[in-house]
Structure formats: structure tokens, C-alpha cells
């Protein structure tokens, strides 16, 4: 393996892993612009809009100095794709000192960023991470400023018990900037409910946005919260309030500017909001995390929601991830305490987090005690141990908590390929789920006409796989399941359909699931659940429906913010970078009551231990405005 002479080698570098024509495309651009043929040049411009495209906010180039590219996985089918080197580190700084128009420190706009620690960067995404930076931590920094805090609402049933729930309430209601995290059934919507009902008693015309990253999202937020509404110790008058409260995607409360990539709402045009509420702040990229903190006033309070440990955004960055790496979870200052201790009657450990300088912003509270899943038995012990998985060994625990079985956890080795389609026939004809105590088929929603009931039994079991493509992949098992069980016709009565593009006229979004329902009539209508009216339902013709799919099973990368009564999650029969602790530990915790696992054991020992890794410069960007 050799650095390409030629730009033309680059061009032609045979991997399914490597370049794509877009990354190959700005290339061209890029050495256009600089009127050079420099291969090493070519390879730079590729190499920063590949790592866009991987999910990186810049290209660490520390990692590739004299590496091949790209890396090749235990796949098989990529032993034969073909590698190069990359330039080692005098090779690629004598490139870009050449092309100073070109490559620039952020000071002038050059369409290549390098900073001071060999992060190279589209301008952009340099640009964002710059603004976002500074937008969360002049916020972070009136935290400490601020000395208003009120009595938190009493919601721990044993009081002197530290309570983080308590904490995160107190700290949401002093703080203009705040971070809750925690996983599933935590009790995230239970402090939202409680924070939004102390600030409607403290001022009723305040004007609160609630939003979240997917129209499905935003859906079960306001669901969510007017379920936990009913246990609130309040006036009707407030319960109305926050009942009444409209939850919708980002790019809606911001106002999307049909065919261009901008918003309504902008830094001209800001947001007119006391309080900016963010719901599953994990899956929000760089780009739009900046867009939406860009449109919000300097006085509006932010609270974002949301599980460090799930899945990133699939697109570029990991904005939640790098926030709470650099303020540390539940760690807070002297004052804090003193303040949180004079209003509450719990208490708030010395020990605290980590202790770092910059820390005691008292930004980030970390929910400790899951309300759904005991940490000592099934689900609850088997996400807890995903997430200490690192080694060879600590990984073992998982497979031993996976072989136990308990009434929780099922685990089975991948069929082989030549009996999988059987196999998937017989699981969706022998599941069982039980709505209103009574356990039924789960194909038993065919027979109603119901649409409630028929979306309620559904609702209650998925496939869920880590691929889209391939034999153990969701296009392939919704493609079983679907001819096995419906008629070969165009949306036939009761398949399942869910949305993939967003249409602002119908209100359908990105991940909305409906049903199919043929009228008496004869007529077929696509029923959806209807998420201003909760319990009712809207339907639409097939031929409105914007692009979508059938959604007997989806990918673990769309049922972030679903939670599903069973599961069964298939992983695929080799090893892939996508297969990560945070892909396994956001499958399993989507399951309240059983989570199957078909799968090989090396495959779910590779996985989990191999964490995301996001190159990015967000925490460095943080701590330099510290030191400043």
C-alpha cells in the first residue's frame, strides 16, 4: 500500500467503504479552486467530506497519519476491496501550508479549516461548532449568575433521600441552561410536567416551546405529557395550560423555508420564547442544534432532555454526548447546594461528580434511578452491563446475562440463512401480547376493525434490525412478513406503512406509522394516529402519503423514542462498524416487558464493546472559552 500518486487513483480506489461521488465531487471543487492536481490535496478535500458523511464533525487527522483507508471490518465481503495510505503527518502539513486559500485557521473564510490540534473541518461545520460553543456556555455561565430559585415541588416519597429528580427540577427552574439525562423510565417526563406547572404558577402568560427532533417524537412528548398531567397536584386552570401545550418537530417551530436549507426563525428573526423545552436531544445534530440555539433570545431558558448512552444523531456530531462529557453529570457548585438544600428537604451528595475547573456550572443532572427496569434483574441488569462493557472479559458478563433467560431477556443464535425465513413465519404467528390483562396473538390485529384496538395490538411488538439491507436487514423481513401475511396487492388491508419524508400540508412526518383499512366500501384508507387529539385518529388515502414503507420491523436507529411492549432485535451474521454498545444498548432498552436477541455470541461481544467514537472539537471548543 502506497500514497496515490495521482488524483486518478484516488478516483478509482475499488471499496464500498471508501469515498463517495459526493466526497469526490467537492474534491474536484476543491482543486479547482487552488488550480493544483496535488493528490495529497485531493485526498484532504475527500477525507473531510467523508468524514461528514460518517457522522464526524471534523476529520481527526491525528487518527490517519500513515493509516490504510479505509479501515476494513471482519466482513468478508470487503477482504478484496482495495486500500491506499494515508500521508503521514510532514506529508499532509507541507500540503496545507501550500494552500493557505484554501486550508485556514478560522480567521478568514477558507472552505478548509485546520485548528491548532490537526482537526480538519468543512468552514461550516467549523463555524457551527464555534457559535454553538459560545451560545451554551454564555448561557451555562448565567447559571451561576442567577440567584432566583423558588421551593422545588415535592415529588420524592422519602424525604432527606437524594432525589435527582428533585435536583433536576430545581436546577431547570435557576438555570438557563439545563441538561437532563437519563435513561428510559427515569422519570424525564414526570420533572418536565412538574417544571412546566411551577412556571405556569409562577407566571401564566409565559411562553413555553416544546419541541423534538421527529414529528413521532414530538407526538409521544405531548402524549406523554398530558398522561402525567393527571397526577400533577395543581389548579385545573394550570393542567389546561400545559395540556394544551403544542409539541412539534424543530424544523417546524423554526419555520422551514420551502426548498432551501433555512428557517423562518433565525438569528434576525428570533424565537419569541420564555422557555425552549428539547426533547430527545441526542438525536440532534451540530447544524441544527446551532439553528435552533441561534433563534432563541439571550433571557430564554433551555432545558434539553434526552439519554446520553442512545444512539447520536445520524447526521454529523454528537452534541448531547459532548455537552455532558465536558460539565459532568451531577456535579455542582457550593452555592448550588446551599441553595437546592434551602428549598428542598433532600439532600445533594458531597462527593458530587467528577471534579473538574470548569465543571460546577451546574449544567448537567443525570437521572439515576429507572422507574420501568430493576438494575438487578432482566432488562435492567442487561442494559447496565452493555454499558460496562469495554473489554473482552466485562463483555462475557453481557453473554452471561444473555444465556441466563429470564421472563425479560430471550436469546437465540442467528438462524442460518437458509432457515430464517421460516423461522421469522413462526415468530410472528406465536407471539403473544397482552392488552387489557388478557394475553392474544400478536396477527390478531388483522381481525379487528377497530382502529384504536388494531393500532394498540401493533403497537405492541416490533422487529427491530440493525441493517436495512441484506438477509437479516428490515427491507428482507418486512418483505417476509408481508407476503406471508397480507394479499399481493398494493397497500393490502393491514400493513403497516410508516412515512419517510415530511409533509408539511398533511402533517405526516419522518417516522409517523399508520395502518391500512379497507371501508366498507371497498375503499382503502391509511389511519394515523391523530396527535392534537389524542385517542383519535386521521386517514388518508394511499396515494397522498408521501414516500414510505412497510414497518413490520425498523431499523434500531428509527425506534429511538419508541418503546414497544416486546421486541425482537436481529443482528446480522458478520461484524460491522454500525454494531456498537450504543446501537445494542438502544435496542434493548426499547422493550418495556421482553427483549429476544437473535444474534451470534462473537457478534454481540464485538459490539458492545466498540463504543462510537465522533471526532469533534465541541469539547475543546468549551474548554477554551473557559480559560478565556
Known amino acids: 500500500m502506497i500514497i496515490p500518486d495521482s488524483i486518478q487513483k484516488i478516483k478509482n480506489l475499488n471499496n464500498p467503504e471508501a469515498f463517495s461521488n459526493i466526497d469526490l465531487f467537492f474534491a474536484d471543487f476543491i482543486i479547482k479552486m487552488a488550480k493544483s492536481k496535488n493528490p495529497i490535496l485531493f485526498l484532504t478535500a475527500a477525507m473531510a467530506s467523508y468524514s461528514v458523511r460518517k457522522g464526524h464533525i471534523c476529520t481527526n487527522l491525528y487518527n490517519y497519519f500513515e493509516q490504510p483507508f479505509p479501515e476494513i471490518y471482519s466482513n468478508p465481503d470487503l477482504n478484496n476491496s482495495e486500500q491506499i495510505c494515508l500521508p503521514d503527518s510532514d506529508q499532509w502539513q507541507e500540503c496545507i501550508n501550500s494552500y493557505p486559500a484554501i486550508i485556514g485557521n478560522g480567521k478568514i473564510k477558507t472552505p478548509l479549516v485546520l485548528d491548532d490540534n490537526n482537526r480538519l473541518y468543512l468552514y461550516k461545520y467549523w463555524k457551527y461548532e464555534q457559535k454553538l460553543a459560545t451560545m451554551i456556555f454564555d448561557k451555562a455561565r448565567k447559571n451561576v449568575q442567577n440567584k432566583n430559585a423558588s421551593k422545588v415541588i415535592e415529588i420524592s416519597k422519602k424525604p432527606g433521600k437524594v432525589d435527582y429528580q428533585q435536583i433536576a427540577i430545581f436546577a431547570a427552574l435557576k438555570n438557563y441552561f439545563t441538561v437532563i439525562t437519563g435513561g428510559p423510565g427515569t422519570g424525564k417526563t414526570t420533572i418536565v410536567t412538574s417544571i412546566l406547572a411551577k412556571y405556569f404558577s409562577q407566571n401564566p402568560s409565559i411562553k413555553i416551546g416544546l419541541c423534538a427532533p421527529t414529528g413521532k417524537a414530538a407526538a409521544r412528548l405531548k402524549e406523554s405529557i398530558r398522561e402525567e398531567v393527571k397526577n400533577l397536584k395543581c389548579s385545573d386552570e394550570i393542567k389546561n395550560k400545559i395540556s394544551n401545550l403544542d409539541s412539534s418537530t424543530i424544523h417546524r417551530l423554526l419555520g422551514v423555508k420551502y426548498n432551501t436549507p433555512f428557517f423562518r426563525h433565525n438569528e434576525e428573526n428570533k424565537l419569541a420564547l420564555d422557555l425552549l423545552i428539547l426533547d430527545e436531544a441526542s438525536m440532534v445534530s451540530l447544524d441544527l442544534m446551532c439553528k435552533l440555539l441561534q433563534a432563541i433570545k439571550i433571557q430564554t431558558k433551555v432545558i434539553l432532555l434526552g439519554d446520553k448512552d442512545q444512539l447520536s444523531s445520524v447526521e454529523a456530531g454528537a452534541v448531547l ?162 407476503e406471508y401475511l397480507l394479499q399481493h396487492e398494493p397497500f393490502p388491508d393491514g400493513l403497516p406503512v410508516m412515512v419517510l419524508e415530511n409533509d408539511k400540508l398533511l402533517k405526516l412526518y419522518n ?118
Open 321 to 482: 454526548g459532548d455537552i455532558c462529557d465536558t460539565f459532568s453529570p451531577n456535579y455542582f457548585s457550593k452555592n448550588f447546594i446551599k441553595e437546592f438544600e434551602n428549598s428542598s428537604s433532600t439532600k445533594i451528595p458531597k462527593t458530587g461528580g467528577i471534579s473538574r475547573k470548569h465543571a460546577p456550572l451546574n449544567c448537567i443532572v443525570e437521572l439515576q434511578k429507572s422507574y420501568r427496569f430493576d438494575d438487578q434483574k432482566g432488562i435492567g441488569n442487561l442494559k447496565k452491563t452493555i454499558l460496562l462493557a469495554e473489554t473482552s472479559q466485562s463483555s462475557n458478563n453481557v453473554l452471561s446475562i444473555l444465556n441466563k433467560k429470564s421472563e425479560e431477556i430471550s436469546f437465540s443464535t442467528l438462524p442460518e440463512r437458509t432457515s430464517f425465513e421460516q423461522k421469522i413465519i413462526d415468530k410472528i404467528l406465536n407471539i403473544n401480547i397482552n392488552i387489557d390483562k388478557k394475553d392474544m396473538p400478536f396477527i390478531s390485529y388483522l381481525q379487528t376493525n377497530d382502529i384504536k384496538r388494531k393500532y394498540l395490538i401493533f403497537s405492541s411488538f416490533r422487529i427491530l434490525c440493525s441493517h436495512r439491507k441484506g438477509i437479516f436487514g428490515v427491507e428482507n423481513v418486512n418483505r417476509i412478513i408481508t
Open 511 to 628: 417516522g409517523d406509522i399508520g395502518i391500512v383499512q379497507r371501508e366498507e366500501n371497498g375503499q382503502k384508507r391509511v389511519y394515523f394516529p391523530n396527535t392534537e387529539k389524542p385517542g383519535l385518529f386521521r386517514s388518508f388515502s394511499p396515494a397522498q402519503l408521501p414516500k414510505n414503507e412497510a414497518v413490520f420491523a425498523m431499523t434500531i436507529h428509527k425506534s429511538q423514542g419508541s418503546g414497544f411492549q416486546k421486541t425482537l432485535i436481529i443482528l446480522p451474521d458478520r461484524d460491522s462498524q454500525i454494531l456498537t454498545k450504543e446501537l445494542i444498548y438502544t435496542g434493548v432498552t426499547r422493550s418495556q416487558k421482553l427483549c429476544e436477541i437473535w444474534a451470534k455470541e462473537s457478534i454481540i461481544k464485538n459490539s458492545v464493546q466498540r463504543k462510537i467514537k465522533r471526532d469533534s472539537g465541541l469539547n475543546a471548543a468549551f474548554l477554551k472559552l473557559t480559560i478565556n
